[in-house]
């Protein structure tokens, strides 16, 4: 059974930081892209940031400089630092992974954030 753990969320402000965690377990190894989504109330769920196996990042434009996203292969975990943390930055986190061969994916349960001003 596949689970994705998520941690490290939480209430945080503005210019703070917090680190999110989200270990996998149950996925058809070898692991490819972890990534990192978001969902703000009344919106769509959107990339915030995706590292491939071979460790090349993309992030979405409102976070680059601030977000750092990485991962663990041997522990099937993927971090995202975020740093200088906004209002606009509050919704709900969500871990995606994705095996390399199958190409399944799978979602967290999801953590909130939430930035005060």
């Known amino acids: 059974q596949v689970q994705l753990v998520e941690s490290g969320g939480g209430l945080v402000q503005a210019g703070g930081s917090l680190r999110l965690s989200c270990a996998a377990s149950?996925?058809?190894?070898?692991?490819?892209?972890m990534g990192w989504y978001r969902q703000a109330p009344g919106k769509q769920r959107d990339l915030v940031a995706e590292i491939s196996r071979g460790g090349s990042t993309m992030y979405e434009d409102s976070v680059k400089g601030r977000f750092t996203i990485s991962r663990d292969i041997a522990k099937n975990v993927v971090y995202l630092q975020m740093n200088s943390l906004e209002p606009e930055d509050t919704a709900v986190y969500y871990c995606?992974?994705?095996?390399?061969?199958?190409?399944?994916?799978?979602w967290g349960q999801g953590t909130q954030v939430t930035v005060s001003s």
């Open positions: 995606n992974v994705q095996e390399l061969i199958r190409k399944s994916e799978y």
């Open positions: 149950g996925v058809v190894l070898p692991i490819g892209t």
